[in-house]
């Protein structure tokens, strides 16, 4: 399947990059801090994306990495990581849509970083990369939170008829569904996975540009983020630690 979605999205110069930066920074944060304790472990990645959290992945675990291959249906977004960086010798690119992907290999754990909005059927892409955990596994899933608090406000000031809508922003990132943490943890069990943690990914209490308004200092924005590790329930996108159930 080919994701409908505007390149140019996904690099400087798009509306929304710094906030997806933002949401990224945190997803990376709760990735490392959930691999803390693996050494010499393998990895797979699903997208590419903004580049940021496959490069962030690499520097962070470096040699802890025993192998690590990424998965991506784009050339254009695959050559442009390629001439941001040097893949290591234990990283590896395999150029294929989700839904087609096939590999013999198993995986220590699986990142599936704000995927499932993306794709026409969530459940056939959870239930194939769940083959690929290796006994004792973990899969890191994030998705756009349609119960972030700035929907919430703005659905209950009418501003927003329904917070599981999608802007335009959305539209232009390829997004085709919002979940909540209800349909969330729904759709996991359904795969027979069961969630064995939760973070909350980029508190955002208002817009974006009523935040930019505000000029709030940096250190203030971080800590927004760090509360909003424990608020996955109103934070802009969920992370969600998931294992097999059998």
Known sequence: MLIDQDNAAYVPGFQYYEDNIRLLRA??????????????????SLGVGHRYTVKGLIEGLGDRLARYVIVEGSSDIIELLCREVTLPPQVRMEQAYFEEFETGERFDVIEMGFVLEHVNDPELVLRRFRRFLAPGGRMMVAVPNADSLHRLIGHAAGLLPDVHDLSAADVALGHRRYFDPRSLEALLAACGLEVVGLAGLML?????????????DAKVVDAMDEV???????????FVEARPCD
């Open 27 to 44: 997803g990376l944060a709760q990735m490392l801090r959930r691999t803390a304790h693996l050494d010499g472990f393998s990895l797979l």
């Open 204 to 216: 955002k209490p208002l817009t974006t540009a009523q935040l930019a308004s505000l000029g709030l």
């Open 228 to 238: 909003g590790f424990g608020l996955p329930e109103i934070c802009n996108a969920i």
